[in-house]
């Protein structure tokens, strides 16, 4: 018995240390976190995310590319909470604010968006905030905000623009319009305002393909779900 437990113990001991020497640093969680991505295995990635904060929780960049992966899932909440972790520990890049923004619309934090925009004025900032005064019943102060930024250059212009053709009651010029949007920063926002003009045209099937598109995208934010449920039945009341 005396032979056997002295046999044991090192073997033990030695265990715990190749443990401790094959354990993964955060970096290398971040890595495979990476690859995972690449793959789109989205949930592992998230995994390996998660385990690479718990070793560096106040590495901004980890946080970043977490909040980045939750809202490409459509998990805006956790999106907009690691984003914002991550602002707090000194990343204050326009990537982090222009997805902070967009997180913090789709987790229904109007509060949040017209803070940020009244701090900067970032083409993200004005469209959201005017995307918060068209769901306050403030069409005047959207239609300024839109206006302002429909000035500018790139896809948050040209989205401005679109939007002020829709509440113009131009659906088809919108989506004209629509179609020199390419960017993956404003595609949820384009592809949301593609299925409004095409409801607005009374095209009630091709809208809910597009909703099924963000559904099959962002599949973690359940009010889509329930728009794409509404959309079918509009689109089947209409055939009838």
Request: charged share 20%.
């Amino acid at each position: 018995m005396c032979m056997k437990f002295h046999k044991i113990v090192p073997a033990l001991l030695a265990a715990t240390v190749l443990t401790g020497c094959f354990e993964k640093s955060a970096d290398e969680h971040y890595q495979q976190a990476q690859t995972y991505l690449s793959e789109q295995n989205t949930d592992t990635a998230i995994i390996e995310l998660k385990n690479a904060i718990a070793k560096e929780p106040d590495a901004a960049k980890y946080r970043l590319i977490l909040g980045q992966t939750y809202f490409f899932v459509g998990a805006f909440a956790q999106a907009e909470k690691e984003l914002s972790k991550a602002k707090e520990l000194g990343d204050n890049s326009k990537q982090l604010n222009d997805l902070l923004t967009q997180a913090s619309y789709y987790n229904y934090n109007s509060a949040g968006i017209l803070a940020e925009y009244n701090l900067k004025a970032t083409p993200t900032n004005v469209y959201y905030a005017a995307m918060v005064d068209l769901q306050d019943n403030r069409l005047e102060e959207a239609r300024e905000k839109l206006n302002q930024l429909k000035a500018q250059k790139g896809p948050w212009a040209t989205l401005a623009q679109a939007y002020l053709a829709l509440i113009d009651n131009k659906p088809e010029q919108t989506l004209t319009i629509l179609k020199q949007v390419a960017t993956a920063e404003s595609e949820l926002a384009a592809l949301l305002v593609k299925a409004q003009a095409l409801q607005i045209q009374g095209l009630h099937g091709e809208s809910a393909s597009v909703y099924q598109t963000i559904v099959e995208k962002y599949s973690q934010h359940m009010p889509f779900v329930l728009q794409l449920a509404s959309v079918y039945l509009n689109a089947q009341q209409f055939e009838q």
